[in-house]
């Protein structure tokens, strides 16, 4: 089983549209959440982190992480066709990163 | 600001030859660092990090090694490469001691024919 399980999509979505992304993870002693999004071609970008349950809003984008479940999701509100990307979760324990395999967004215009 | 930079940025080499990419870090000191190999549609996969000039600790046991002869370089080499050794690598650093998230570069395409 892996430590991290995110579903690959591909997820395509009319503009506008609120976007849904979720991972599962098994370790519980993950201390860290991010969310990155990745373009064509492109590095990772950060999108979000947090450290705790509940929600964490910035602008169109809500992290939601519920610990007691090991579930974490990303919600992007009004979505817009430059929102089409990979988006990879991760979470840390120590130095290191457990990605999940990313979830290809399209976003429709 | 702190920013990373990764050359080449996409590199095509026959299997057997040598490889060395290169990662910089500007703007900060003593950052940890990191090299990543992502396979199409997959995850990331962690191959070194380093908390300091001169010492990196394996991920994954492979033809690859890692140096970081300076404190905010990074290189990712290899003696003779194998055609499962093309990727998307991609370096990474974070703040000490602080380990919240990681930064990446814009990454090097390699194919190995």
């Known amino acids: 089983q892996k430590e991290v399980e995110q579903d690959p999509g591909p997820l395509s979505v009319p503009e506008g549209a609120i976007v849904s992304l979720n991972c599962t993870y098994s370790?519980?002693?993950?201390?860290?959440f991010m969310w990155y999004r990745q373009y064509s071609r492109k590095g990772p970008e950060l999108l979000m982190y947090?450290?705790?349950?509940g929600n964490k809003e910035d602008g169109r984008f809500t992290a939601q992480v519920d610990k007691s479940s090991k579930y974490i999701s990303l919600f992007i509100r009004d979505s817009q066709p430059s929102d089409s990307a990979t988006y990879l979760c991760?979470?840390?324990?120590?130095?290191?990163?457990?990605f999940g395999a990313g979830t290809t967004v399209t976003v429709r215009a | 600001s702190q920013t990373i930079h990764q050359w080449p940025a996409t590199l095509v080499q026959p299997v057997g030859s040598p490889l060395s990419l290169e990662c910089t870090v500007e703007?900060?000191?003593?950052?940890?660092l990191y090299w990543y190999r992502q396979a199409a549609g997959r995850g990331l996969q962690l191959l070194f990090y380093?908390?300091?000039?001169?010492?990196i600790s394996s991920e994954v046991p492979q033809n690859l090694s890692a140096s970081r002869p300076q404190d905010r370089q990074f290189i990712l080499s290899s003696k003779k490469l194998l055609l499962s050794d093309s990727g998307f690598y991609l370096c990474?650093?974070?703040?000490?001691?602080?380990?919240?998230?990681?930064?990446f570069g814009p990454g090097t395409r390699l194919l190995v024919l």
């Open positions: 990474a650093w974070d703040r000490v001691p602080s380990q919240e998230t990681q930064y």
């Open positions: 370790n519980s002693a993950f201390q860290y």
């Open positions: 947090t450290y705790s349950s």
């Open positions: 991760a979470m840390t324990v120590d130095y290191k990163l457990s």
């Open positions: 703007g900060t000191s003593n950052p940890n």
């Open positions: 380093s908390v300091g000039i001169g010492q």
